[in-house]
C-alpha cells in the first residue's frame, strides 16, 4: 500500500467497523479467561518439610562421620577385599549408567516412548 493510499483512505468519511465475528470472539475469549482456574500456589509446607529433612540428614551424616574415624580400618580392610572384584563391578556401574542414560533419553528430548 503506498502513502497515498493510505492518506486517501483515513480522509474519507467511511466509518470502520469490526468483522461480524469479532464481537463474539472477543467475547468468547474473555469468558474463557475468566472461567480459568486460578494459578496453582508454591507448596511451602512441602518444601519447608523437605528442607528440614534435608538439615536433619546432614546433621546425622556429620554424627555419623564422627564416628567414622574409629571404623576406618575395619572399612578399609573389607574394601581391600573387594579389589579382586573390581573390574565386575566396573562394568556393572557403566552398565547402569548406560540403562539410566537410555531411560532419560526420551525425556531429554522431549519424546514420549
Known sequence: MMPDELDEILRSDETIEPSPGFVSAVM???YRESTEL???????????????????MTGSAGVLWSRVEVAAPRVLIHLASLSSVLPQLAYATAILLITLVLLSLPRLTGRDA
Open 28 to 30: 468468547r475469549a474473555t
Open 38 to 56: 486460578p494459578p496453582l500456589r508454591f507448596p511451602w509446607s512441602r518444601f519447608g518439610i523437605g528442607v528440614a529433612a534435608c538439615a536433619l
